[in-house]
């Protein structure tokens, strides 16, 4: 099985879940979401059958909207107004910011047959427009039709341009998160302002029994590695920053206006957001 194999079936959970936790449109919820979602849920956190928060809700949760905090404080800054979100997924954010942000372009991406889906989603909602595409990238692919820099070919080389992974780099190993950071930070450059924004974690922060628990049954339903790319703030800030990137910080969720009280509960304590430009 590829990584991408083993990667996208995780896109219809969380797509399912965003729109549960009041974060998505309804029509990124697909049955076999529904599904995957629950089977996942109910395997961490069992509380949730008696209708309680489990941890993991509070850590996506904290996540999804650290990464909107970032990226909706550098739009109003005025530093950026395009947005290519590689491996999207089923994710509401594009739908999201293009509602809030009427002069935002936001390119979501993934790979072909996802991205076909999602278009197929969106377009049905009549949700699609010049301002927010579909496209295929592969995020692997350096060169070609479905690279990241043939998709920047297309786009307006004089707008501030932020790229979001989320969910994603958990699932690359070192050398191949190292290769994908410099192809950001390069693509990155060609635009007066370039900002790269994902989840991140420390690797003593995700140590708990329950983190370990999370991380099992994950990488059981994906069959394959999960990879914590951070030993502290500090090493992420080096590790950015030697490959290519200006300046990099990694936020606790309890530092973000948006997220502070969700980084204090467990689950949200543990999710960092990377905020690095070029
Ligand atoms: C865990 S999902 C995350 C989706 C979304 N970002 C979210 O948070 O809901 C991972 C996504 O990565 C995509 N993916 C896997 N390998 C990829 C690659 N090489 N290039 C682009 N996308 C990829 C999958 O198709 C899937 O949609």
Known sequence: MSETDRISPTAFATGHMWVRLGLSHPAMSTPRGVRLDRAFSLAIQPRRLLGGTGAFDTLMRARHT????????AIESGKLSQVIELAAGLSGRGW??????????????????????????????GLLSDRHQVRVVDALTDAGPESLAALIDTLDSSKGTAIITE????????DTAVTLWQRISGQLKRFPQGLYLSDG??????????????????????????????SSAEDATQKLTSNGFAR??????????????LGTK???????????WV
């Open 167 to 174: 969910g994603l780099m958990s699932y690359m190993d070192p």
């Open 266 to 276: 467990p689950g949200g304590s543990r999710v960092r957001v990377l905020e690095a």
């Open 248 to 261: 990099a910080s990694l936020h606790a969720a309890r530092d973000l206006p948006a997220t502070r009280e």
């Open 96 to 125: 999201r910011m293009t509602q809030k942000f009427p002069d935002l372009t936001y390119i979501e991406t993934d790979l072909p047959a996802m991205a076909e889906l999602k278009h197929g989603m969106l377009d049905g909602t």
């Open 66 to 73: 650290g990464i909107d905090c970032l990226l909706e404080q």
């Open 201 to 230: 974690y420390v690797q003593s922060e995700v140590k708990s029994f329950s983190s370990t628990l999370i991380k099992t049954i994950l990488q059981r339903f994906v069959k394959g590695g999960l990879y914590t790319h951070y």
